[in-house]
């Protein structure tokens, strides 16, 4: 690949994300970058993520050793890296330097998780560990496809524990057809009473590429009503709030002071560097992605090329729509004093008016933010503002076209 994106001489990114796309099977609703294997070939990964390092180096002419604020290791299943977190680490170390305040994160699969893999990453260094545990009930992990059952999601929060981690996230779905039966609010309560420290709740999409977004499509699955996802999705609010959570962005939650520094700095706007088969990157303003496919990942770096498929720089209307959009998926919002604020005021004020009636917004001396209705609708909610904002900039009526409707949601 011959792309050369124009970072030369760009500031060094704070926080890097490495992704690790290996899966022992592919769940039927995945539509990320996997490689279905039963020997995952961490050694290979390993050495794809050097030579890309290196490459980034040589490109931007950083010197050694960049001062990394948060690593996070996606996937894929990186619980099947093992012990080879440890070569990671020597790895990161010939480059970066790993702060004592660092947050490293590393996803896992309860499948893959047990003391002895969570006790190998924490002396590596790994201090942040999520659990995708998904659900409580083993009708719903039969039906989503995963490999462990509720007895295994509670082993492995135990495990994580028991090795020392004292930042646990879970991941949940919710939103499933209504056909597959459970109980959500309980499935919440044991999430709670597993002592985990953050919480990320996802609703179930059909993504078309998947099987089951073509089952979907054929009518044989039927997704669930947007009443019962609202309703679901308040439901999990309600008791992580109660709970002590903090409801941080529109699927995350933790307890105070325990929140993912690394997934702030992608909601801040903040430069982050990524490594590894589909890895998105933000460096000297410029968005980057990889090529998707492990395949074509690794041989572009064995032929010594870039493993790079693309590049963009967003324009000022684009970048100030996207501003928008990472603001209001955070309880941040915008904040008073952001120009920002004033656009959205001179362009939308009967908008933002009736959106607090509605409690989907809400207005004080810190700025401006969504609440946890607001975030059901986020999507359409921001493509009217940025709209509204595009039209009062050209001098059009601002009020014509902006298509919202009670039920849209995110
Ligand atoms: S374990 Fe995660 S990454 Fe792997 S196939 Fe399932 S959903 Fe996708």
Known sequence: MLIDPPVSGAAPPASLYLHFPFCVHRCHYCDFSVHRTSR??????????????????????????????????????????????????????????????????????????????????????????????????????????????????????????????????????????????????????RVLEAGVTHVSAYGLTAEPRTPLGRRVQTGEIRMVSEDRYAAEYLEAVEALVQAGFVHYEVSNFALPGRECRHNWHYWDGSPYLGLGPSAHGFVGGTRLWNVFRWEAYRRALADGQSALEGHEMLGAGESRLERLWLALRTNRGVAAGDPLLDRLVLSAADLLESWGDAGWVHRDEAGLRLTAEGWLRMDTLVAVLGGRMGQHESGEDPREGDGIRESDRA
């Open 40 to 189: 995952a070939p961490v050694e290979e990964w390993l050495e794809c993520i050097g030579i890309e390092v290196a490459q980034w180096f040589e490109r931007v002419g950083w010197s050694r050793p960049v001062r990394l604020e948060t690593v996070f290791v996606g996937g894929g299943t990186p619980s099947l890296i093992g012990g080879g977190m440890s070569h990671l680490a020597s790895l990161l170390d010939g480059w970066f330097d790993r702060t004592t305040e660092l947050e490293w994160t590393a996803e896992s699969n309860p499948a893959s998780l047990d003391v002895a893999v969570a006790g190998s990453w924490r002396r590596a260094g790994v201090n942040r560990l999520s659990v995708g545990i998904q659900s409580f009930d083993d009708r719903v992990l039969r039906w989503l496809g995963r490999l462990h059952d509720a007895a295994g999601a509670r082993q492995a929060l135990d495990a994580a524990r028991a090795a020392g981690f004292e930042d646990v996230n879970a991941d949940l779905i919710f939103g499933l057809p209504e056909s597959v039966p459970r109980d959500w609010r309980a499935e919440v309560g």
